[in-house]
């Protein structure tokens, strides 16, 4: 069966600090992923999608970029982070056949 | 502009007791209508999916309905238990892989 993990779970950063957070999938393989985050109260907003390695697109311009340098891992970073960074990342993927997104068990990213 | 709203924000039921879920979309074109059940820090899990032609479907006891001409579906949930305490959200999918429209969700908490 297929699973995804992120980590960490929670973090807490300074204002300016790196950020690097990981997300990988086993037991499928060609996933397609995504990063999301979500706010308080709003809806999932789409930051980054791959359908492979190395192909990354961007749907909202930001201070995160994102990577993919193994089949079944997706990192999302940021070298300067701002208080606006907050927020609940979550890590999903998807099959080539199926459209259903599964999604991870999220990080929480303060940004103090 | 694509667009996925739901009501109530909150809701507070009884253990035990019924209550439904609203969700309206202005999502063109539509592909198909998720239901997702979010537990606090968790990533979200799929309850139902509909497409264009169905007006119903069930999952225990979860009903959900979609009305295709109105834009509205519901999320029904029967005799309602203290671990359906979450945030359901309605998520649309307007054509390819990557365009999923998310609702802010509805925050249900069930007292005993």
């Known amino acids: 069966s297929q699973t995804i993990h992120q980590w960490p779970a929670t973090l807490v950063q300074p204002v300016g600090s790196p950020l690097s957070l990981e997300c990988t999938v086993e037991?499928?393989?060609?996933?397609?992923l995504y990063w999301y985050r979500q706010a308080a109260g709003r809806g999932l907003q789409l930051l980054f999608y791959?359908?492979?390695?190395?192909?990354i697109s961007s749907e909202v311009p930001q201070n995160l970029s994102a990577s993919r340098p193994q089949d079944r891992q997706f990192i999302l970073s940021s070298k300067k982070l701002l208080l606006s960074d907050s927020g609940f990342y979550l890590c999903?993927?998807?099959?080539?056949?199926?459209?259903?997104?599964?999604f991870g068990p999220g990080t929480r990213l303060t940004v103090l | 502009k694509n667009q996925v709203e739901q009501s109530p924000q909150s809701l507070i039921i009884l253990e035990g007791k019924n209550c439904t879920l609203q969700?309206?979309?202005?999502?063109?074109?539509?592909?198909?209508l998720r239901w997702y059940k979010q537990d606090t820090g968790r990533g979200p899990v799929s309850l139902t999916i509909?497409?264009?032609?169905?007006n119903t479907k069930s999952n225990g006891r979860y009903t959900a309905t979609l009305d295709a001409d109105t834009k509205q579906s519901s999320l029904h949930i029967t005799a309602s238990q203290l671990s359906d305490s979450a945030s359901y959200i309605c998520?649309?999918?307007?054509?390819?892989?990557?365009?999923?429209?998310f609702g802010a969700g509805t925050r249900l908490a069930v007292h005993p």
């Open positions: 037991g499928t393989s060609n996933p397609n």
């Open positions: 509909m497409t264009f032609s169905e």
């Open positions: 791959s359908v492979g390695i190395g192909q």
């Open positions: 969700c309206n979309y202005t999502v063109s074109p539509f592909s198909n």
């Open positions: 999903a993927w998807s099959g080539a056949v199926s459209n259903e997104q599964f």
């Open positions: 998520v649309v999918r307007t054509g390819g892989y990557n365009k999923l429209i």
